[in-house]
């Protein structure tokens, strides 16, 4: 019974280039949330994902940021341009459903911009 | 909207002492709370969750918190800590629409 799964687990990119992280919920669970993790920081909310309809996105930077989770296949974080300051792990959680749900988390992926 | 504040950044305490880490939260409506374990280089692992009833809940690995009310709170506990409860411990808030909120994260370290 695979818990919720992440990949890269570590990525690495230079300045202007783009990052692609994926998550894949558990089985069963159809909302998905991406949290960043600053060095020494709690977690920050980004953005909340049912299949193919954003939900909440309030802590989404304005730009180069954006997410999607399609009807078939992982949800996916797209970081455009990076920059030295998007250097972080960032965590996707999903949950069953509507309401109040435990959110399981996956390992992250650590994003390392040089 | 709500959110968390963790009164402590780090928590030093020797093996077999009792622990408390301090967790306060805002929120103008009716609240879930969390606490969650991040071990190095690991994402977070549910410890408990308080959703409605009784206001003592108990949690994986001897922890237990308090939900009260009045004073905002949501204390987690442990009456007696091992080496491998050293980690990072996040607690949490949420609203019906799951929109959860973290705090900055306490740091404990057990020492022999």
């Known amino acids: 019974n695979a818990g919720v799964m992440q990949n890269p687990r570590h990525l690495v990119r230079r300045r202007g280039q783009e990052a692609r992280l994926r998550c894949s919920p558990m089985k069963g669970h159809s909302h998905v949330y991406w949290y960043r993790q600053l060095p020494e920081e709690g977690l920050k909310f980004m953005v909340y994902?049912?299949?193919?309809?954003?939900?909440?996105e309030s802590g989404m930077p304005k730009e180069r940021f954006s997410a999607e989770f399609p009807k078939e296949g992982p949800s996916i974080l797209r970081i455009q341009q990076v920059v030295r300051g998007d250097s972080a792990a960032y965590f996707c959680?999903?949950?069953?459903?509507?309401?109040?749900?435990?959110?399981?988390f996956g390992p992250g992926t650590r994003l390392t911009v040089l | 909207a709500q959110s968390v504040t963790q009164l402590d950044s780090q928590v030093p305490v020797f093996e077999e002492a009792p622990v408390e880490l301090r967790c306060n939260y805002s929120s103008s409506v009716s609240v879930y709370l969390f606490w969650y374990v991040q071990y190095p280089n690991q994402g977070l692992q549910l410890l408990l969750k308080y959703l409605s009833g009784s206001t003592l809940v108990k949690g994986i690995n001897g922890f237990e918190a308090e939900f009260n009310k009045s004073q905002t709170s949501f204390h987690l506990r442990k009456p007696s800590v091992h080496i491998s409860d050293t980690a990072e411990y996040f607690c949490a808030v949420s609203g019906r629409d799951n929109d959860m909120r973290f705090g900055a994260g306490t740091r404990l370290t057990v020492k022999p």
């Open positions: 959680a999903s949950s069953r459903g509507q309401g109040v749900d435990t959110q399981y």
């Open positions: 994902l049912q299949k193919e309809n954003i939900i909440d």
